[in-house]
Each structure stands twice: as C-alpha cells, then as structure tokens.
C-alpha cells in the first residue's frame, strides 16, 4: 500500500501532555504511543465511554495520571491543563446512535466541552491537536473529500447532522483562538478501527461485523452494502495524530487522517466473516429499521491525502486484512 517513504517519526522532545478522552478507544493508544515516546501524559476523561484498564500499564508505569471528570467542567480543564505542554482534544460524544439518542448531551460535549479545552489552552499557551472527523463533510458527492473543499449537510431537524456540524463549529472555534495566537492543528479521522473499539456498541461498523462473525450470527448489512468507507488501522490513526503536533508546518492547518482505499460495506462484512472464521452468510437490513424514519446515510466517502503527504509525511501503512487480523485476535484475547 505505502508507495512514498514516511518522512518523520513524530518524535519530538518530553513534554508534559494532556489527552482528553485518552481512556477511550482512540486515545488509549495514543496515550501508549506518547508513553512510549518519554512524554509525562495526564488523561481527563470522565469515563463515560472509556476503559480506565487501557490505561492500567501506564498509570502503574507511573507514565500516565488518570484525572476522571468531565471537559464540560470549566475549572477542572483550567487546572488540568495548566502545565501541559500540548493538549490532544479527543474527548467527544461519539457515534452515530449515541447522537441520534442523545442529541443535547452529544451537543453540549462537543461543543461547551471543545470551547472549554481550547478557552484553557489559548490562556495557558498550550500546542493543542484537535480530533475531527471526516463526517464534517457530509454528503458531499465530489470525491475524494479535500480540507479544503466545500462540506455538505442535511437538515438540522435531522438529528445525524448535529455531530458534523458541532465538529467543524469545534474547527472554527479552533481557528478564531489560532487568529489569537493558539497554535492549533485539526485531524479529521476517517473510519479508525482496531483493538480496544467498543465491543457491545455499534459507533464502529467494524465492531459491529467482528461481534457477530464471532458469535456465529449474520453480519448485519444495512441498505445495499454497497455504501463505501475508508477504514483506518488505529496505530496509523495515532501516528497521524502525533505528527500533527510534532511537525510546526502542520500548526494552523486541518489534515485528512484516512485509508485512501474504498472498501464496500457489504465486501467489508465478507473480510470480517473470513477473518473470523465465520461461514454464516451475511443479513441486509435496510436503514428505516436500524435507525428509524429520515435516516440519511452517506453512500461514499473517500480522503484526500495529499496534504497529510505532504506536510506530515504520513500515509496509512496497515492493510485492511492485517488490521483485522489484529483486531480480531484482540478480541480474542480480551473475551468479556
Ligand atoms: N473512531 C473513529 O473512527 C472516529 C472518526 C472520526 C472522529 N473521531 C473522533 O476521535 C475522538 C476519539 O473517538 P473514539 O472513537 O476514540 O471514541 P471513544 O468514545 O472511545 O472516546 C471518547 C472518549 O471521550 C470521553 N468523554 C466523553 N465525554 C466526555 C466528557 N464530557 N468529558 C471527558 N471525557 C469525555 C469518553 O469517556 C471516551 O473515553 C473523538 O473526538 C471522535 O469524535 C473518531
């Protein structure tokens, strides 16, 4: 798959780092990577979706502090962020059911929660890496999805849109602290997957597809299947997030964090089925009986990765087959 050598390792000197969210899926391997890499991290996450055990090695390792509250707590993020050094943003409501079920909670995390990292970081000076997503493009039908490009959203009575329209609001708040001075960097993720996703949750297709072929029932396909995604081994996801901090060309800059490569959903649940070993065939089920009436999906979706090429020096590296390979070994090993 990797066609241009990466060109930098993300290293940069030990700071003091904070990540919220950093017991969740995402941020418990980037709070591994930044570990690993001599950084003195403090997480800040309340815990409502994260696993404090992710982080276990690394608290005990004495790498790692866990402070548990919410980033909606104007205070708390104050102190907390008052040493750091680089601040990533990944605490978040996440998930498309989370969303549709929970409108304002959703809302009022993602945008009162952003506002209240980015007000301490602009106070205190801090690097901060700011996680979007690739839904903030929307429906957007001209391919492959640019930074730079237009965004495409439904209505605002249609409770999907919230998520992508709190996140690029979390991107303009972004930019009007950096014309103050915050040094800021976006990273819009594209379908991250690996070990450690939510197992009972559905925010992540993946997860949804592994839980089934291992249980022996149908994967559960919705509308045709032939809905496309780019999906994102999790330690490519973090490296991209790292060299957003580590890299000073990337200040000020929003980067697409994605696998080019398309995969239809219904060819991702036969990749999941063979992986796991699983014969059962696959069960279409259309989108009204999922998420009920006026459920818009988006049929394709594909990053532009030029700029993350060019600036960052990142590429995806893992293969679809190999990340899921690791993913499901890790559910293996990790049976509840
Ligand atoms: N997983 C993906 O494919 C993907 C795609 C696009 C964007 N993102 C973004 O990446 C970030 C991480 O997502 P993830 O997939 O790891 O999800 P996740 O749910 O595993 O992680 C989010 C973390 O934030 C914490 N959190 C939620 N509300 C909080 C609050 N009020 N205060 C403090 N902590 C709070 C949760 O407990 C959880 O640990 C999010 O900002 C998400 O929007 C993820």
Redesign the pocket.
């Known amino acids: 798959m990797a066609t241009t050598p990466v060109r930098r390792d993300g290293l940069f000197p030990p700071q003091n780092v904070v990540v ?8 418990s391997h980037l709070v591994d990577r930044l570990a690993e890499d001599g950084h003195q991290v403090t997480v ?7 696993h404090a055990a992710y982080l276990a090695p690394r608290l005990r390792a004495g790498q790692a502090r866990l402070v548990t ?4 707590d104007p205070d708390l993020v104050g102190r907390e962020l008052r040493t750091a050094d680089t601040v990533f943003h ?6 498309v059911r989370r969303i549709v079920t929970e409108p304002l909670r959703s809302l009022r ?1 993602n945008l009162i ?1 952003t506002e209240n990292v980015l007000h301490a970081c602009a106070d205190h000076g801090c690097r901060v890496v700011l ?5 903030v493009y929307g429906k957007l039908p001209r391919l492959p999805m640019s930074e730079s490009g237009d965004r495409v959203l439904g209505p605002t009575t249609v409770p999907r849109w919230s998520y992508a329209a709190a ?1 690029a609001v979390d991107e303009h708040l972004a930019f009007a602290y950096a014309a103050q001075g915050l040094r800021v960097s976006v990273v ?6 690996g070990p450690r996703l ?1 197992r009972a949750g559905d ?2 297709v993946v997860a949804v597809f592994v839980r089934h072929a291992l249980a022996g029932e149908p994967i559960p396909v919705h509308g045709d299947g032939q809905q496309t995604r780019c999906f994102t081994y999790v330690a490519d996801t973090v490296r991209g997030t790292v060299l957003a901090a580590a890299v000073p060309e990337a200040q000020g800059q929003v980067f697409n964090i994605g696998s080019a490569t398309e995969t239809a959903i219904a060819a991702l649940a036969e990749l999941v089925a063979q992986a796991a070993g699983s014969t059962v065939p696959a069960e279409r089920i259309s989108y009204e009986a999922a998420y009920g009436p006026r459920f818009e999906d988006i049929t394709r979706r594909i990053p532009d990765i030029s700029r993350a090429r060019d600036v960052l020096g990142w590429e995806p590296q893992i293969p679809l087959e190999e990340g899921l390979k690791r993913t499901i070994a890790w559910w293996g090993e990790n049976d509840a």
């Open positions: 919220t969210g950093g017991a969740g899926y995402i941020g800040l996450d309340d815990l409502s979706a994260g509250g919410s980033i909606l990944l605490a978040a409501a996440v998930g995390t929660g996680a979007s997503s690739s839904e996140k819009r993720y594209f379908n991250s997957y939510d925010a992540s």
